[in-house]
């Protein structure tokens, strides 16, 4: 296990939770002027290490602007419209199994028998090939779970011994997209992901805890509340889908480990720990300092994507775990970072706000949607003069023209793509 002490304080005491004397950047006013090289080593967790640069904008050779433009015009309306037809198949396969069937609070539709294997089986193979579709053809799994005798309490029935929840770091919204092909687990989500056309109805079948973040009245038991009650019924009822949770509560670089939060830890009920590793060539699948369309973009301009997965044995808190949960998400977290290779960092997402309002101030240009006739499509792919000059010559068509239609023609399914991230 690795401890970040470029970018984070001295490592916090044995089962505490990262505040208090953590030393943080700073965190109001405006950044402070600092070279690109210094704020990604001073924001490590959140820095992008690829061919594309900070935010996606970084100058590309001719060579890459080619590609990216052969696989625009031919490779991402081909995954654009397989992606959208699978995610119809899964409403229709939800659709039909919700007919004539019971529905509980929120409009969460009771699923037994047939009706839950059939959202549960398609659930997971669909998936699989939405994976497939976005380009991660082969994934490797390293399979650690099968626990030592001495971790698990002894004269434990098997239902108590069934973990209450998937913990992962969270690199991705392809996160999600593994976890469901694998263990068809259910999530939070807002409130508002239960009424979006198609993902609404698939939330529901999936057991999603839908919750109102912005709601503080006396009759909301919070996120925590929510999270907790639903990993002990988890954990005591084989029946129940486990939850997916990512107590680092944003993402990272994928090298990185941020504090836990411990709404997950709660419950005090076993949980299942997974690390997912996106190793890469020229496009880190990482979704960090860049907006979803530029992201889903380049991902589906990117021939072959690469994921790995290690499945640690289930984690079994000991008293003191389950007496302080600060304890329990701190071993925890510790135990991702030594087998997952990652660096411990006290970085939070307020620390991730103000990198990105940094990046923003240095970008060299901004993405602007103002109409058709005005959109600068070489501004999403920051494609310098030289480059279209060489690329205008090869195919004897202006380059700039031909990117900015191809984004314009796909642009509102991209959008519908980054709605499968429901957390």
Partial sequence: MAVDTATTAPSQPEGGDGRGEAVRPLLSGAPAIEEDEDLDVRYAPYARRDAYGPMGRGPLPAAQVARLVFAAAVLLPLRLIAGMLLVVAYYLVCRVSTLFADV?????PRLHGW???????????LSRAMLFVFGFYWIPVCDRSVPNAKDAPENQSEELERPGAIVSNHVSYVDILYHMSASSPSFVAKNSVSKLPLIGLISKCLGCIFVQRESKGSDSRGVSGDVTERVQEVSQYKNSPMVLLFPEGTTTNGDYLLP????????????????????????????DSMDGKRHVFLLLCQFANYMEVVRLPVYYPSEQEKEDPRIYANNV???????????????????????????????????????????????????????????????????????????????????????????
């Fill in 104 to 108: 509980g609070e929120e409009g969460r």
């Fill in 260 to 287: 836990f939060k411990t709404g997950a830890f709660i419950a005090k009920a076993p949980v299942q720990p997974v690390i997912l590793r996106y190793p890469y060539r020229r496009f880190s699948p990482a979704w």
């Fill in 115 to 125: 009706r839950r294997e059939a959202v549960l089986g398609a659930g997971r193979a």
């Fill in 333 to 423: 977290r510790k135990l991702l970072a030594t087998e997952g290779n990652l660096v411990l960092s006290n970085l939070g997402l307020a620390e991730k706000r103000v990198y990105h309002a940094a990046l923003n101030v240095h970008a060299v240009s901004l993405i602007v949607f103002p109409d058709f006739g005005s959109f600068k499509s070489h501004r999403l792919l920051h494609i310098t003069e030289s480059s279209t000059r060489k690329l205008n010559h090869l195919f004897g068509l202006p380059c700039r023209t031909i990117v900015s239609k191809l984004i314009w023609i796909h642009m509102m399914l991209v959008l519908l793509l980054v709605f499968v991230h429901c957390e």
